[in-house]
């Protein structure tokens, strides 16, 4: 046994060989990629999610698609930064589920900066101080993030692309053991996420909700009489213990970010459109603002109301359609819906999250 796990050891050797000389010939070609371009931008997001697609496609071996996308993320993030420096903020602190969804969607190669609000993660794009931003914009059980909502109507930024982040929710600690906590803190969001089980094991803890779960484990670092709700690469970032883990109360939930800058995607064949509306206050306005897209065969993923904030109780409508913008369907339906609504905003077409 020993003779065939070092002949496999070798060959694991030459094969990492190979696969450095690899990664350095495609660094080479982004480099050259990056001087033809003349400075334009390095991040397209078309592009690395036809690569992501491509890799994916092409597995059949024991890597499932999405650990491949995940290492391919990666080195399109080293070679991304040989072509031009990249800043990207989030809703901080370190260690949340913002973060998280950062380096999924760019890797490790850029520069991540936290903002302490979502209206800081929106300013710090729209003044140039970074590139991009990640936001998040729904989650699977407590439904959308009605500040992302709100700032989307009035930003000039593009959505470029979209992260959906399973979440894994974990109680931390000072100490491991699970006992009566007085106190749990965590984002409102979170603590939704986890009602049920709080209420059976932590029936008489007090939730605080906190402006992000980072800033949740912060405050249970420094007191031995509270807990607090987080992904668990939080605990590390705090000194503080894993008491449960998995303690959300469906096992599916997921939340979906938004990538946001300057930069229009192009189409890619698997896209998706965001936009906002206005209706007329009157019967059946919403019902003929949406017939355009029955009518040429585009079909809606999400329709979310939001009050306008005019004082007069109307409302907005976000709505996201299949496919890009310049697909065929999708054109003629949103130029006729233009001719209908009083407002419309396309907020931008981006490629659709695989995993």
């Not at 709080?198 to 992000?212: C, G, K, M, T, Y």
């Not at 007069?312 to 609504?341: I, P, R, T």
Request: charged fraction near 25%; aromatic fraction near 6%.
């Amino acid at each position: 046994m020993s003779d065939e796990i070092s002949r496999r050891r070798r060959a694991i050797d030459e094969i990492d060989k190979r696969i450095v000389d690899l990664l350095n010939e495609r660094a080479a070609h982004a480099q050259a990629i990056g001087r033809l371009k003349g400075g334009a931008a390095a991040y397209r997001p078309e592009r690395e999610a036809e690569v992501l697609r491509n890799v994916s496609a092409a597995g059949g071996g024991p890597l499932a698609p999405e650990r491949i996308a995940a290492i391919f993320t990666e080195v399109m993030s080293a070679c991304r930064a040989l072509e031009q420096p990249i800043a990207v903020t989030y809703l901080g602190p370190e260690g949340t589920f913002s973060e998280m969804a950062l380096h999924k969607h760019f890797g490790h190669g850029v520069q991540a900066l936290p903002s302490a609000s979502i209206d800081e993660v929106f300013r710090s794009v729209e003044s140039g101080a970074v590139q991009f931003a990640v936001a998040p914009v729904e989650n699977s059980t407590e439904g959308a993030i009605g500040r992302t909502l709100d700032l989307l109507l009035t930003t000039p930024l593009k959505v470029c692309g979209e992260v959906v982040l399973r979440v894994r929710q974990s109680l931390l600690a000072k100490s491991p053991e699970m006992r009566p906590f007085a106190r749990v803190y965590s984002h409102a969001q979170s603590l939704g996420q986890c009602q049920s089980w709080l209420s059976q094991n932590l029936p008489a803890a007090e939730r605080i909700p906190v402006p992000s779960n980072a800033e949740g484990a912060r405050r249970a670092a420094q007191e031995s009489d509270a807990c607090a709700i987080g992904p668990e690469a939080a605990a590390g970032r705090y000194g503080l213990a894993v008491v449960a883990r998995s303690i959300e109360d469906d096992a599916r939930n997921m939340t979906r970010f938004i990538v946001l800058g300057r930069a229009e995607a192009g189409p890619t064949g698997r896209d998706r459109t965001s936009i906002v509306m206005s209706a007329p206050n009157r019967p059946g306005a919403v019902y003929e603002l949406i017939s355009p897209f029955a009518h040429h065969g585009v079909s809606m993923s999400r329709i979310e109301s939001r009050p306008a904030r005019t004082g007069q109780w109307e409302y907005v409508f976000y709505v996201d359609l299949e496919g890009h913008q310049s697909d065929a369907g999708v054109a003629k339906a949103l130029a006729e819906l233009k001719q209908m609504a009083p407002f419309v905003k396309i907020l931008g077409s981006y490629p659709a999250a695989n995993f």
